[in-house]
């Protein structure tokens, strides 16, 4: 069974699926050095823009989450994206599964608190319509703003287990869920 999200509203800002019409406002977006410095590190061509976009799409209709769109109630722009991903989080001896919690902003909206707000929204939903029973977040250690949306949304915040030198790990658990997590119910 899949919980398909149509769109998610807070008071400055919706978040709702992508679509192809995204691409340019996300080419440009991304090709900001500050956008792209920590993830991935370099700036991604059309065609690679193109290409994730389409699988981002993709996996949001199978899975009925993933990455949205950050749209600007005021203006009606997109301004960014910001989802709950299915990834797998690299331990050492083995891989976990994982809903982590991913973003990234415009660089002329930094600093308005956009990306809390739409994380309070995201998690929200990840927990109480999603019941998922906890969302990661990962960071470059260098990546400050970034660390600081973790916070604000209330993660806790450990050195990442594969990588604790580079990397961080922010963690929220599940306030709501009542139940077992054995598969045998
Ligand atoms: C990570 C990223 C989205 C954070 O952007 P941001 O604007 O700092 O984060 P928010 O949108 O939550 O805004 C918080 C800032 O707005 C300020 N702010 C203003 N009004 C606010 C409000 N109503 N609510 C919360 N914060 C508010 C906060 O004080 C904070 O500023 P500060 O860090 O100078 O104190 C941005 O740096 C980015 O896009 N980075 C590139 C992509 C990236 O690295 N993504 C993460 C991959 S791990």
């Excluded at 998610?8 to 080419?27: A, G």
């Excluded at 930094?110 to 990306?115: L, Q």
């Excluded at 998922?132 to 209330?154: E, H, Q």
Aim: some cysteine; proline content about 5%; overall charge negative.
């Amino acid at each position: 069974m899949i919980l398909e999200t149509a769109q998610i509203e807070t008071e400055r800002l919706i978040l709702r699926p992508h679509v192809m019409e995204d691409l340019e406002p996300l080419y440009h977006l991304t090709a900001h050095p500050d956008v792209y410095r920590f993830d991935p590190g370099y700036r991604r061509s059309y065609e690679q823009t193109r290409d994730i976009l389409i699988f981002r799409i993709g996996e949001y209709r199978r899975h009925g989450m993933g990455r949205m769109a950050v749209v600007e109630r005021a203006t009606g722009e997109l301004v960014g994206y910001a989802g709950l991903q299915l990834c797998l989080y690299e331990m050492p001896g083995m891989n976990v599964p994982a809903v982590e919690f991913f973003y990234g902003l415009r660089r002329d909206r930094w600093g308005c608190g956009y990306i809390t707000e739409a994380g309070h929204a995201l998690i929200d939903h990840g927990f109480r319509v999603l019941r998922l029973p906890r969302i990661i977040s990962t960071a470059d250690k260098r990546n400050t703003p970034s660390i600081n949306v973790m916070r604000r949304v209330g993660m806790t915040i450990s050195d990442h287990a594969l990588d604790p030198d580079t990397w961080v790990c922010g963690v929220i658990e599940n306030p709501y869920l009542r139940g077992s997590t054995d598969f045998s119910g």
